[in-house]
């Protein structure tokens, strides 16, 4: 892992945390947050660009398809993230923080830590891997299936929630229809998936697979971690204290697993 800092870590770092602490000047000057998940959006794709061509992978087949599911993944939630905030006007998560010069600091750094973490299997084949003139194998195939078997679940889940919000009708309702009547969280299973789907595609091409998979781990246990408990625990508390007095909902969260089907 030294080896890998001393190469590259330092330059996509600096491009990443450069980015969230020029903005948190501007987030903190206007007490908005409007930005913040674009922004993060925005880095995942120039930390993953500054590395494919700091190490002259570009005209690598599997370095254009991680890439582009790098590329695919940004834009999208980057894009439905901004809508989203344009609509409602502002986001929940930064009330308080947003008026906390301090607090709104760890937040955008730790929004710089979740980019260098999610990369982390991208990057390191990037930095390590010979890829050049390299036919993708049977790993790359299962882990580019399972990222957009992921990417699918997740960008039909956000899709099926907003439509859902969107409708007046369903201003105090909670949705329970579509992927939402089989998961509390579909889009974070979504989420899981396509991250532990770029670690496989990654760690297999790399010179010593077995402790790129040790060393390059580290990213998608982190978001796991991130969305399966953290972040589902704030929302889960949310949802209680607006729906915890109606029984539908109380019966709709003992029949519904939290994220995989009748198991979890």
């Not at 679940?153 to 909670?174: C, T």
């Not at 998608?220 to 408990?229: E, W």
């Not at 539908?248 to 979890?264: H, L, M, N």
């Amino acid at each position: 892992m030294s080896e890998y800092i001393a190469r590259g870590i330092a330059t996509v770092a600096a491009i990443d945390f450069g980015a969230q602490w020029t903005f948190f000047t501007v987030s903190a000057a206007f007490k908005t947050e409007k930005f913040y998940d674009l922004i993060g959006s925005l880095t995942h794709l120039s930390v993953a660009a500054a590395s494919l061509l700091l190490n002259k992978q570009q005209s690598s087949l599997i370095a254009q398809v991680q890439y582009g599911c790098v590329s695919l993944w940004a834009l999208r939630l980057g894009s439905f993230l901004f809508y989203r905030i344009v609509r409602d006007g502002s986001d929940r998560r930064f009330d308080k923080i947003k008026q906390k010069p301090s607090s709104l600091f760890i937040a955008w750094n730790v929004q710089g830590l979740w980019v260098m973490m999610c990369q982390l299997p991208t990057l390191y084949m990037f930095e390590y891997a010979r890829l050049a003139g390299r036919a993708p194998g049977p790993l790359q195939y299962f882990g580019w299936g399972l990222f957009a078997a992921g990417f699918a679940l997740e960008a039909i889940a956000d899709h099926q929630k907003l439509m859902f919000k969107q409708n007046p009708k369903n201003d105090d309702e909670f949705i329970n229809s579509g992927l939402w009547k089989y998961s509390r969280h579909p889009n974070y299973v979504g989420e899981v998936m396509l991250w532990w789907g770029l670690y496989a595609s990654s760690v297999s091409v790399c010179p010593n697979p077995a402790r790129a998979a040790a060393v390059t781990a580290a990213g998608p246990l982190f978001v796991s971690y991130l969305l399966l408990s953290f972040s589902q625990k704030m929302l889960e508390k949310s949802a209680d204290r607006k729906y915890g007095n109606n029984p539908e909902y109380q019966e709709y969260k003992k029949r519904v697993a939290k994220f995989i089907p009748f198991i979890w």
